[in-house]
């Protein structure tokens, strides 16, 4: 039992106190939850839409949906994480600039999309 005090005791320590190392273990704590319950999500949707869906369509929208996270990841400039560490973050003319990048990005995923679609219903198949 001591020893479980004393675990609880520095647990409280690391977690409670206002250092860097507290700080960094609350934020993944907070990560990692958000994760598990972004994951727990995703897996419920799919459940449901996989009962749903007939087979052939819950493959399309599985391949879909696999397709947009690629093109999201692969045009990600990292907007949203500038505007949180820069100081000039709450500024109008960054804001505004921001959404001109992002809709620029929007843009130019969907005229990719819209050019390589043909080729990969060919792929699959669907055309």
Known sequence: ???????????????????????????????????????????????????????????????????????????DVGMKAAIIQNPQGAKWEYLNASWWLGMSRAAFSCCVIFLVAPWAAMFYGRN
Do not use: Y
Not at 10 to 34: E, I, V, Y
Not at 64 to 72: E, H, I
């Open 1 to 75: 039992m001591q020893t479980f005090d004393r675990v609880k005791q520095a647990a409280g320590r690391l977690l409670l106190s206002d250092g860097l190392r507290a700080k960094t273990m609350r934020g993944g704590a907070w990560l990692g939850t958000g994760s598990v319950a972004e994951q727990t999500a995703r897996f419920a949707r799919n459940m449901l839409l996989a009962r749903l869906l007939a087979p052939g369509a819950f493959g399309t929208m599985a391949i879909v949906m696999s397709s947009a996270s690629l093109v999201d990841t692969l045009t």
